[in-house]
């Protein structure tokens, strides 16, 4: 009897038919809600367990996520030792060194550096996993550091054979960001272009004010093009578009993601067109700063 009264308040009174009740319909809605009853009970009964393997697959990935960060950190130490040590011997402090050395030496000097951006791109992007990237906007003229980007990468661009420009249009408004961030992103987005883009082919870096009060920067290049299936992928973290394993640049495949996830924290979008074989452009744009030093008006004529 309890069964049915929980049965009926479970809802078996719906399937009653109006009107005449016999035992058999009675019987049937009585049986229906029981089953009813028993369906839900088993259906919260995997919602827990589900509950609990989701709780139990983010402690693993934040675990992971921390174990990196050390990792990262603790490498960091002696790779700063080495690289001051290869400096040091470069610069000729511990004794003169052969044209021979100073090559081998420039080579270990390098690969610190690869090594080092590798293990800071690994940690901000934990930071940015674990919402813990900050960023110190401030009033920046990011022409002028796009301007630096490009400077800065022409030895990159020359040795492999690629023409690499800029060009910042005339009274750009000045945007609120972080420089050091922003850097970061530029820096990332044109390394990749310079590195998808075959020997002879061209890297163009472009500031122009707009869409409304922001600016928006483009990189572009006549490289390799990425297919329309990869497009949203490229930024998802470790993708990297199959190519030819002997021609693959390397890279962990994160720079993008933290590109992305950068300009979010700026309130902007990263995007992307491409067309494969012929070349790719992303996009961004960054919110105007405040109010703007204004124009020097003509004197009105009295
Ligand atoms: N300008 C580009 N032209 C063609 N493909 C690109 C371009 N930029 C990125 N990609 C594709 O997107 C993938 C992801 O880019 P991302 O910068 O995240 O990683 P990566 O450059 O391979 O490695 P990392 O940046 O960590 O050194 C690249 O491996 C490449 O396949
Ligand atoms: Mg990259």
Same mark, same amino acid.
């Given at each position: 009897v309890v069964a049915a009264v929980a049965a009926m308040k479970a809802g078996a009174k719906d399937d009653l038919p109006k009107g005449d009740l016999t035992e058999g319909a009675l019987r049937r809605a009585v049986g229906n809600a029981m089953e009813m009853g028993m369906l839900e009970s088993r259906l919260a009964a995997q919602r827990r367990a589900?509950?609990? $393997?989701?709780?139990?697959?983010?402690?693993k990935n934040?675990?992971?996520?921390?174990f990196y960060h050390v990792v990262s950190h603790e490498l960091k130490t002696p790779l700063t030792v080495i690289r001051e040590f290869t400096a040091i011997l470069l610069d000729g402090l511990s004794g003169p060194v052969t044209r021979d050395q100073c090559e081998r030496l420039g080579l270990v000097r390098d690969n610190c550096d690869r090594m080092t951006t590798m293990i800071d791109d690994l940690l901000d992007f934990s930071r940015l996993e674990d919402g813990k990237l900050a960023i110190h906007p401030e009033p920046l003229d $990011?022409?002028?550091?796009?301007?630096?980007v490009v400077q800065g990468l022409e030895p990159v661009a020359e040795a492999r054979r690629l023409a690499l420009s800029g060009a910042v249009a005339p009274r750009v408004p000045v945007v609120r960001a972080d420089p050091a961030r922003?850097?970061? $992103?530029?820096h990332n987005l044109v390394a990749n272009a310079l590195k998808f883009t075959p020997a002879g082919g061209r890297v163009h870096v472009t500031v122009v004010p707009g869409p409304g009060p922001a600016v928006a920067v483009t990189v572009e290049d006549t490289g390799v093009g990425i297919p329309p299936e990869a497009l949203e992928r490229v930024f998802e973290r470790f993708y990297q578009v199959a190519g030819d394993p002997a021609e693959h640049p390397g890279g962990l495949g994160l720079g993008l993601t933290l590109c992305r996830g950068l300009v979010a924290l700026h309130g902007g979008t990263l995007q992307v067109t491409s067309t494969p074989g012929r070349g790719s452009a992303f996009r961004f744009s960054l919110a105007i700063a405040g109010p703007q030093p204004r124009e020097p008006r003509p004197c009105p004529r009295s």
């Open positions: 589900l509950k609990a $393997v989701n709780h139990d697959q983010s402690r934040r675990e992971l996520r921390s $990011v022409g002028g550091l796009a301007l630096g922003i850097r970061q $992103v530029l």
